[in-house]
């Protein structure tokens, strides 16, 4: 599978959003790629965490291509490293180049 459509398909799946809302108060924001993972690798949690929402009377909604997440992929991932790397530089005291 060549570079541009694996980040083609990451980017679509980080774009797609599924909102979790309790009335007006929004309760989550989690991309598609976070939930496929999180089905994947903890499935009692995930599913858990549906029906415990669906309990508490929270609505889902999905959203594609939602508009503060359509930076290109490899800008968030590089985005999120330098956020990473500020985080545990501000809590060791250190600072890595």
Do not use: H
């Not at 799946?13 to 309760?27: F, H, N, P, S």
């Not at 903890?42 to 929402?53: D, E, K, T």
């Amino acid at each position: 599978m060549a570079t541009e459509q694996r980040n083609g398909i990451f980017s679509r799946l980080y774009r797609t959003r599924i909102i979790v809302d309790k009335g007006a108060t929004r309760i989550a924001n989690l991309s598609l790629l976070f939930c496929i993972i999180a089905a994947l690798t903890a499935p009692w949690l995930f599913i858990g965490s549906v029906i415990a929402a669906m309990a508490l009377g929270c609505s889902f909604s999905r959203v594609r291509n939602a508009a503060e997440f359509c930076g290109d992929f490899n800008t968030v991932v590089r985005e999120a490293k330098d956020n990473v790397r500020s985080a545990v530089d501000s809590f060791t005291g250190s600072s890595q180049t």
